[in-house]
């Protein structure tokens, strides 16, 4: 009887958390206008793409050119810096939670203990002195300026740190008699051992950035290179009203991070409880 109310609460839980995604998408497919009516439909009458298409290909701009705000482009930006943080962050991320779990070296401790300290101030006091720095750099108003200050996170270091230390250090130990080198020691034994949190780390990565808005907002100022966040902002600004066109928007910047969650969600449920290791 147990078993059977935590299934009803967990299809109720679930249900409570489809609607609104499937209202979502539902919105989206009907006619301009038909959203506003009382009561609201729930499944258009007509299924139609014709937001999508013009979201994608033919919103024009302030200029008047379909250019102007196009979706499709600030869908590849977004996707090309999604990838680059990704990698990018892992290839530094990694390397820093393996060295401060199992390496030995003067100021780890001071290093760990400012990290947390670093940890709890909030990224908005920063946003200032960023800006300052990068546009000092020449970086403002280019892909490197996005990037630079999302590469090394702080949370991600902690992460792999704390995933790294359930690694026996007698295994480390072995592969160093043996003559391994640490980074021959990261790649080989390591970096299997960790992949749930790997993965997890990479997920977390790509949506985080994925869907950034204010740091873009600030960095970018050519339309050109508008991430998608930014540029739905944009065209909200003048289309507001416009539910099914949003609803569309939304979809499209959604439906990517549900399917790449779907594809790796047993390495991000592993990663996360079981911490990375196993045994």
């Known amino acids: 009887m147990r078993g059977i109310a935590r299934t009803l609460a967990l299809a109720a839980l679930s249900l409570a958390t489809a609607t609104p995604l499937a209202w979502m998408v539902s919105v989206s497919l009907m006619p301009k206008g038909a959203a506003a ?3 609201p439909p729930l499944w258009p009458a007509r299924p139609t793409l014709a937001n999508y298409r013009e979201l994608l290909f033919d919103h024009a701009g302030p200029g008047g050119g379909v250019t102007g705000y196009h979706i499709a ?4 930006n977004s996707t090309l810096l999604a990838a680059l943080a990704t990698v990018l962050g892992l290839a530094l991320t990694l390397p820093a939670g393996y060295a401060f779990a199992k390496l030995r070296f003067t100021g780890r ?11 709890v101030i909030p990224a908005q006091v920063a946003l200032l002195p960023l800006f300052l720095m990068l546009k000092w750099a020449g970086l403002i108003n280019t892909y490197a300026g996005v990037l630079v200050p999302g590469l090394a996170g702080i949370y991600g270091v902690l992460f792999v740190r704390q995933a790294a230390l359930a690694i026996p250090h007698e295994m480390l ?12 020691i990261l790649m080989r034994i390591v970096l ?3 992949r749930p949190t790997v993965v997890t780390l990479a997920l977390f990565t790509f949506l985080a950035s994925w869907s950034d808005f204010l740091w873009p907002l600030i960095a970018i100022t050519d339309q050109r290179l508008y991430t998608l966040p930014v540029a739905l902002a944009a065209i909200s600004r003048e289309h507001g009203q416009d539910v099914e066109l949003m609803m569309a928007g939304a979809v499209v910047t959604t439906l990517p991070v549900l399917l790449l969650f779907a594809a790796l ?15």
Do not use: H, I
């Open 37 to 39: 009516t009382f009561p």
């Open 109 to 119: 401790a001071r290093l760990l203990q400012a990290l947390l300290a670093l940890a």
């Open 173 to 184: 130990d072995a592969a160093r008699l043996d003559g391994a080198s640490e980074w021959r």
């Open 192 to 194: 299997p051992l960790l």
């Open 265 to 279: 969600q047993r390495f991000y449920f592993s990663g996360v409880l079981g911490g990375g290791v196993k045994g």
């Open 73 to 76: 482009g600030a869908m590849l």
